[in-house]
């Protein structure tokens, strides 16, 4: 746009501030209140998942390679097999436990999903002791050690974070801790201790909101509308899961994660657990497009002051509809690469396409993909309304534009008198229209309030060249 964003914004007038503290505060307080209410007060069931085997780190130093024997006639009448390779053995280096220091042999990995090692290598160990003979042991490769990539690529992402955003990258990576502790501390171990997991998931997510939306872009009205926006859009996308949830009986049992969890938490509501899992997916892209629609409002009205608070909310809902359009793309795409595999097993299932699409595993994610992008739209036009209400008040409120004129006129091109905008010479509504999308995008002929088809070659008298460098700023 064409404003000048290193110009301080005009502050909010004391009424409008104070409209937006009777509102934003008691809900946060609010919010508060529901989370102690509903903050875990013990761990929850215990789970007797048996003795952990130990793991032991570990670096390849040799790795040798055999022949495969054959393995025995199978009980169909099959002749002789060779067994799936590679075949082998492994010298470890074990670094940590009782045997640190030493070397050990372990079998080369096979089966699904196998690591494959080389010399060098960084792995983890397994320690198996045999039930009849404790003293008997065998170690195993397990994984490959992934700790110090994954530091290594924490380090690159929050450098670049805080290389291209700054101190607003700071507080970006701020939030990002706010929300993982959030998840760790109430979220989950609420959920785990056998709460209810909507309401945890509703209040944990406002929780998130309000932390991370005023601590990445500060206390300001234009952060206040878009709390407001995401934790409206956020109430309604919980109204649209329950419905939709309950209209096509999903159980919540739909991924194999579900049932396993079902096996050794039998105390947790998986369907209120999927209709959480829609609400805390949901926040992120909802407080991307609350935060994008407060902020062209009031850089829209900051360019142009003249601009009534419908034309506000018809520039911006512009804004916000393309903002949309590929941001229903990008949930949709989302959901499909979390699900790659079922929907592979999906393809090379034999029954009818309707059939498939009606199974609880991909009703399942369309239901999560469809209120989404409900919860998605329904923000747009509230946020935008809610910004388009609060600037119009505040420069109201305010009574002069930034240039100390009022917002229904501006300079005339001779004798510096006020020309309504929608009155300008040349006239017509069209060419209204091009001086104003002219003075927003930063002060053309048509701002200056020429016709369009007859400005002067030279800049009007008291306002030197461009070429000058001393142009005023907005």
Known sequence: ?????????????????????????????LTVIAAVVLWPRDGGPEVDGGSP????????????????????????????????GPCGTVTVRVEQGPDAGQQVETPIPTGPGAPTVAVDDRIVLVKLTDPADPAASTYNIAEHQRGAPLIWLAVVF?????????????????????????????????????????????????????VVLYLTHGVTAQTSVAVLGTLGSLVLTGLLGTLATAATHLTGYGSED???????????????????????????????????????????????????????YRAATRVGRAHIASTVNTIVLAYAGASLPLLLLLTADSRPVTEILTSEFLAQEIVRSAVATLGLIAAVPLTTGLAAVVTAAGRTAAGHTA???????????????????????????????????????????????FPDDHAPTHPPAGRPHREGGTDTAW
């Not at 609400?279 to 829209?300: H, M, P």
């Not at 010479?425 to 701002?447: C, K, S």
């Open 1 to 29: 746009m064409g404003a000048d964003h290193n110009r301080p914004a005009p502050p909010t007038p004391p009424g409008v501030r104070r409209v937006l503290v009777a509102t934003v505060v008691p809900l946060f307080v």
């Open 158 to 210: 929050a450098l670049a974070i805080v290389a291209f955003g700054r101190w607003r990258g700071v507080a970006a990576l701020a939030g990002l801790a706010a929300t993982f502790a959030i998840l760790l501390t109430f979220v989950l171990p609420g959920i785990g201790a056998g709460g209810s997991p909507l309401p945890i998931a509703v209040v944990g997510s406002a929780l998130i909101m309000f």
């Open 53 to 84: 085997v130990p793991r032991y780190h570990g670096t390849v130093t040799r790795v040798v390679t055999e022949e495969c024997p054959p393995q025995p006639e199978t009980p169909e009448g099959g002749g002789p097999g060779v067994a799936d």
């Open 258 to 312: 579900a049932t396993t969890l079902s096996m050794f938490r039998g105390d947790v509501d998986l369907h209120g657990l999927l209709l959480a899992g829609i609400i805390i997916g949901s926040l992120g892209v909802l407080d991307d497009v609350t935060v994008t629609q407060a902020a062209t409002v009031t850089e829209l009205a900051h360019a142009n002051p003249g601009l009534s608070r419908l034309q506000l």
């Open 403 to 449: 240039e100390g004129h009022t917002a229904a006129s501006r300079p005339g091109p001779t004798d510096g008198g006020d020309v309504p905008a929608a009155r300008t010479p040349g006239g017509g509504r069209r060419t209204a229209d091009r001086n104003l999308a002219l003075e927003a995008l930063g002060g053309g002929r048509a701002a200056e309030g």
